[in-house]
């Protein structure tokens, strides 16, 4: 166990300093990468609860705490996993970003001490398991028993708890064992993360291609003829993926409606304006033959490297089609024809109801971070254009600004996982960040949003890190089209040193989907603020507002499309800061972020 050391192995012996503080101070933190734990325990109270906690933050742990469950169907999780329901503890556990989850129980009772009968004597009962939540395995259990005196009843089973727990957690393998599965079992992010909405994978399921002829396993094989050489020399044929069997699945990149061109000759409604839809995906057989809405889609046969990306196991194919929408028309039928069989999907190419989340934090409480000057303005302003018409009109009610002391992190934390819950399916989500990014100093792997009261000594407790941001993006948040759009960076105001991995941990916040990421610099670049661009903004953020408002309509048609504010800003940014900021995006098809006004006839 040299690799990592016991909980017992990390206590200061010395009697004297174990006088003179509490138990928990006398740990030293695991130099390990720690996972993120969370804590149910069934007691009377949170005497083992708190015990508990201390112990692991003391070591250097990230907990979680199980209050952040806000929603009616998340306490009724909270209940189940404290009745000892391990399914329900690993919903809560995943849906709150958690790694591992403490569970357990520790029934305790009291009654008159025998020696003397003014005091009262209980027991406890302290039972505890780690259940790793990426393979839903337990991978360290213990118990322990204890007693406590005291004048009260109360006093002595809160004095007989904590004793089990340090018996628990102090004087055995417990934590070590639960290390050493963490350090030795690689991280399954695939049996973690459920498809993010709006994914191929979401979409389709498609099952892994059926063992070549004569493999193992292969229930058709030919059996072997006497004779036969055992050895086939000569070259090696890799076995090619066999055509998909079946019927064709389909999955959408993008469903979206746009003006018709002017100058298109149709029926028009007064005061409907004409749309067309364009609607983009992917089918998985080759041979099949797309219609959308009617109309016979173009189809281009994906790469292996696309396909691979996408996740499918065998050959796919793209297509692409754009339809006139009539009045009042919000859905359009897809459907992917060959000799396996027949598939429809009904897509709507509108959006429900738009939701948004806009931070900006220029002011912090701790004043060894360095006070940015514009990003609060960003926000207002990109709260400002979210607003209006070109924006989507965004209702009061739909969208949150949380600037300077506003954004706390548990006000983050609120309007993320709380707040945008809300959002449906067919609903559209937009997320902007303007702040510092930065990783925690003593683990610079594990990175952070600096909220308006993050603590430089105790990031791990007070910043927002970025894994929640991903939780509450990839399960939280129902709706297929989600934006999120950060103008963070490092900026060389907290203490740390320039390189800034918080812009490439944006982009990947989710796998190929229709929800798309735009960070203002890459990796290891800072994002730069300054009163010649605009006034007073983020260079990142006024090239995005100077391109949704017109600039970045590409095509002129009357719609600035992801893809084009991404390109504009590509194209602005680097030039504007000598190459040193080059601004990065991810996602799969297109989303509209602006409708233009159309010029009166």
Not at 398 to 417: G, Y
């Amino acid at each position: 166990m040299s690799r990592v050391r016991t909980a017992a192995a990390v206590l200061v012996a010395a009697a004297a300093l174990a006088a003179a503080r509490p138990v928990a101070a006398q740990l030293v933190a695991y130099e390990l990468e720690l996972p993120r734990v969370m804590v149910f325990i069934d007691e009377e109270g949170r005497t083992a609860t708190s015990a508990i906690t201390s112990f692991l933050r003391e070591a250097g742990f990230t907990v979680i705490d199980p209050a952040f469950a806000r929603t009616a169907s998340e306490q009724d999780v909270a209940r189940r996993a404290l009745a000892g329901d391990d399914a329900a503890a690993t919903e809560l556990g995943r849906d709150l970003g958690a790694h591992v989850v403490l569970l357990g129980a520790v029934p305790s009772e009291d009654q008159p001490s025998p020696a003397d009968e003014r005091l009262r004597v209980a027991t406890a009962h302290l039972s505890v398991r780690a259940l790793r939540l990426d393979r839903t395995r337990v991978v360290s259990s213990q118990q322990a028993d204890a007693r406590g005196l005291d004048a009260t009843g109360l006093g002595a089973r809160q004095k007989a708890v904590r004793q089990a727990v340090e018996d628990a957690l102090y004087r055995t393998s417990f934590v070590g064992d639960l290390l050493i599965d963490w350090e030795e079992e690689r991280w399954e992010d695939d049996e973690y993360w459920e498809p993010a909405p709006g994914s191929v994978e979401a979409q389709i399921v498609i099952p892994p291609p059926p063992p070549p002829v004569g493999a193992p396993g292969d229930p058709l094989a030919p059996a072997p003829q006497a004779g036969s050489p055992a050895v086939t020399t000569g070259t090696v044929v890799e076995p090619q993926l066999p055509t998909p069997q079946g019927p064709p699945r389909i999955a959408i990149f993008e469903s979206e409606s746009y003006p018709l061109p002017e100058g298109t000759r149709g029926i028009e409604i007064v005061g409907v304006e004409p749309r067309i839809a364009r609607i983009r995906g992917l089918v998985t057989r080759p041979d099949a033959v797309v219609t959308v809405g009617g109309v016979e889609a173009s189809l281009t046969p994906l790469s292996a490297d696309e396909a691979m990306r996408l996740g499918l196991v065998g050959p796919g194919v793209s297509f692409e089609a754009r339809v006139p929408l009539g009045p009042g028309e919000d859905q359009v039928e897809v459907a992917a024809a060959s000799p396996g069989g027949e598939a429809t999907v009904a897509v709507s190419p509108g959006v429900g109801e738009r939701w948004a989340v806009v931070i900006g934090i220029s002011e912090y409480a701790d004043a060894r971070i360095t006070p940015l000057r514009y990003a609060d303005d960003d926000a207002r302003a990109m709260y400002d254009f979210l607003r209006s018409e070109p924006g989507g009109s965004v209702p009061e009610r739909n969208i949150r600004l949380l600037v300077n002391e506003d954004a706390t992190a548990e006000a983050i934390r609120e309007a993320l996982f709380v707040f945008l819950q809300q959002a449906r399916a067919e609903d559209m989500v937009t997320v902007y960040l303007a702040s510092h990014g930065a990783p925690d100093p003593t683990r610079d792997s594990n990175l952070y949003v600096l909220t308006h009261d993050t603590d430089i000594d105790a990031m791990a407790a007070t910043a927002f890190p970025m894994w929640d941001v991903k939780t509450a993006l990839r399960r939280q948040i129902a709706a297929e089209r989600v934006v999120v759009i950060a103008d963070a960076c490092r900026s060389a105001g907290t203490l740390v040193d320039d390189a800034n991995p918080v812009g490439g941990a944006f982009s990947e916040l989710f796998t190929p989907s229709r929800r798309m990421t735009m960070s203002a610099a890459g990796m290891h670049e800072v994002s730069f603020e300054d009163a010649r661009w605009g006034g007073g903004h983020g260079v990142f953020t006024h090239y995005l507002l100077e391109g949704l408002g017109g600039a970045a309509d590409a095509d002129a048609d009357g719609v600035v499309s992801f893809r084009e504010a991404a390109a504009y800003v590509e194209a602005h940014v680097p030039g504007a800061t000598d190459g040193v900021q080059n601004p990065e995006w991810s996602g799969l098809g297109d989303l509209a972020l602006a409708r233009l006004p159309r010029a009166p006839q």
